[in-house]
Every structure is written in structure tokens, then in C-alpha cells.
């Protein structure tokens, strides 16, 4: 049986991640989300296990102990990690993994694993971000300013990634996602692989 890829999808907070990523998994069970651990609050209407496996910080220095994260970060004032059991464990079931990740994570993982698909999600515009973070609702104004300041720096490293979608609309962004999955899988590798049963 062929194995999953595994997609790191990056932007800025507020642009829109975990609504585009929540429609092109509707209906799709050959898809897994991995659910990362934080130690930063549950938003309203997150759902521990769901969203985010939500743990004190000294859970989550236990779990660097044990080495159970495939990578791990701070950002903005709190840790998030990808727990590495469940994505391996989904990859060699056949699932492509999708990995909600900021910039310094989605480095360590391509280190680690160099084949690793890197998708970089943007605005269309600075003012639209703004709007959006301010209008989910969730955060200060203060934290939303170091959102931002965060943001110009992540777009910068845009150019590392494989490739640069736009979230306009939530269905160009989806459209966009599922066409780079696609071509993803029809790469000679794969498929000479899948051919010669190798
Ligand atoms: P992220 O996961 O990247 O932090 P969210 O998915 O929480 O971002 O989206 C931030 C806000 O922007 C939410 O209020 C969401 O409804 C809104 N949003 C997301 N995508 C779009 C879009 N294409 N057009 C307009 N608003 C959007
Ligand atoms: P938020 O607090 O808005 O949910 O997420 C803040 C940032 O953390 C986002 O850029 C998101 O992609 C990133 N993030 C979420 N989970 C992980 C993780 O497991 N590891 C890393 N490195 N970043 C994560």
C-alpha cells in the first residue's frame, strides 16, 4: 500500500488556516489533521482533542523529554508541538497528514524529513489580515499588533516554501490545496514506485 505525504501549511495568524483547512477536509477520510499540543488557552468554541490537545507547560516539557514531538516552538508567548506517534502512524496507513504549523516547526520538519510538501497561506492584502484577526474576535488588540508584527516576518520566509496560495475566498484557497495535493502524488517517484511495487 502507497504511503502519505505529509503537507505543511503555514501563514499568518488570522488568515485564515483552520477555515480553509476545515473545508478541504469535509469528506475526506483519506485525510489526517494532526492535532498539536499547546499550552496556550482554548479559544471559545475549540475543542480539547479536536482543535488542539490543550496541556500545562510542564506537560509539554515532559513530552520534549521524551522526545514525543516531531518538532516544537514558541510563538507569541506560548510552546505548540506536533506529537510524532500519530503522524507516523497515519502516514504508513496511506492518510496524507496535514501539519497547521508556523515557520521555525515547518524548518525542523524539513530537516528531518526533506520530502515534506510546504504550503505557505497568505492574505490578499496587509488590511485584510488585520480585519480578519480583529474580527475573529479572540484576541487583545495588543496580542492582535503582535500577531502582525509577527506576520511581516513570516511572509519573508514565504520564499522557502513549495508553494504560495491565496486565501481570497475559502473556495479558491481549497480549489488551489486539493490541485497541489494532486500534483504532488502524480510525481514520477511515486508513481514508478507504485508500478514496480517497490
Ligand atoms: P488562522 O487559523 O489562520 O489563524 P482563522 O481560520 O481563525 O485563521 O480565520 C481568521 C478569521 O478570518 C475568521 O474570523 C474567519 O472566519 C475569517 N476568514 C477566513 N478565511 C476567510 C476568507 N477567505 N474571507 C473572509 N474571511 C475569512
Ligand atoms: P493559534 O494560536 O492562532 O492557533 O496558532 C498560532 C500559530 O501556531 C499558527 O501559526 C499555527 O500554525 C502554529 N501552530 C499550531 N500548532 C503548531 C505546532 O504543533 N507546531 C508549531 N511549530 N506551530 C504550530
Same mark, same amino acid.
Given at each position: 500500500m502507497k504511503k502519505g505525504k505529509t503537507f505543511?501549511?503555514?501563514?499568518?495568524?488570522?488568515?485564515?488556516?483552520? &477555515? !480553509? /483547512? #476545515?473545508?478541504?477536509?469535509?469528506? #475526506? $477520510?483519506? /485525510?489526517?489533521?494532526?492535532?498539536? @499540543?499547546? &499550552?496556550?488557552a482554548a479559544r471559545e468554541g475549540e475543542v480539547d482533542g479536536r482543535d488542539y490537545h490543550?496541556?500545562?507547560?510542564d506537560r509539554f516539557r515532559a513530552m520534549i523529554e521524551e522526545e514525543a514531538f516531531l518538532e516544537y516552538a514558541e510563538y507569541v508567548g506560548n510552546f505548540y508541538g506536533t506529537p510524532k506517534?500519530?503522524?507516523?502512524?497515519?502516514?504508513?496507513?496511506?492518510? $496524507? %497528514?496535514? /501539519?497547521?504549523? =508556523?515557520?521555525?516547526?515547518? &524548518?525542523? %520538519?524539513?530537516?528531518?524529513?526533506? =520530502?515534506t510538501v510546504r504550503i505557505f497561506i497568505a492574505p490578499p492584502s496587509w488590511e485584510e489580515l488585520e480585519r480578519r484577526l480583529t474580527a475573529r474576535g479572540t484576541d487583545t488588540p495588543e496580542k492582535v499588533q503582535k500577531r502582525l508584527l509577527r506576520a511581516k516576518v513570516e511572509m519573508e520566509t514565504a520564499y522557502d516554501y513549495d508553494y504560495f496560495v491565496? *486565501? $481570497? &475566498? %475559502? =473556495? *479558491? @484557497? !481549497?480549489?488551489? /490545496?486539493? @490541485?497541489?495535493?494532486?500534483? =504532488?502524488?502524480?510525481?514520477?517517484?511515486? #508513481?514508478? *514506485? #507504485?508500478?514496480?511495487?517497490?
Open positions: 505543511i501549511i503555514s501563514g499568518p495568524s488570522g488568515v485564515g488556516k483552520s &477555515t !480553509v /483547512l #476545515r473545508a478541504l477536509f469535509e469528506g #475526506r $477520510d483519506d /485525510l489526517y489533521f494532526s492535532v498539536s @499540543a499547546t &499550552t496556550r490543550f496541556i500545562a507547560a506517534k500519530y503522524v507516523d502512524e497515519a502516514m504508513e496507513a496511506g492518510r $496524507d %497528514v496535514i /501539519l497547521d504549523i =508556523e515557520i521555525q516547526g515547518a &524548518t525542523q %520538519v524539513c530537516a528531518k524529513r526533506p =520530502e491565496i *486565501n $481570497d &475566498t %475559502v =473556495e *479558491n @484557497a !481549497v480549489k488551489e /490545496l486539493r @490541485a497541489i495535493m494532486c500534483a =504532488e502524488h502524480c510525481k514520477p517517484a511515486e #508513481r514508478m *514506485n #507504485r508500478i514496480l511495487k517497490k
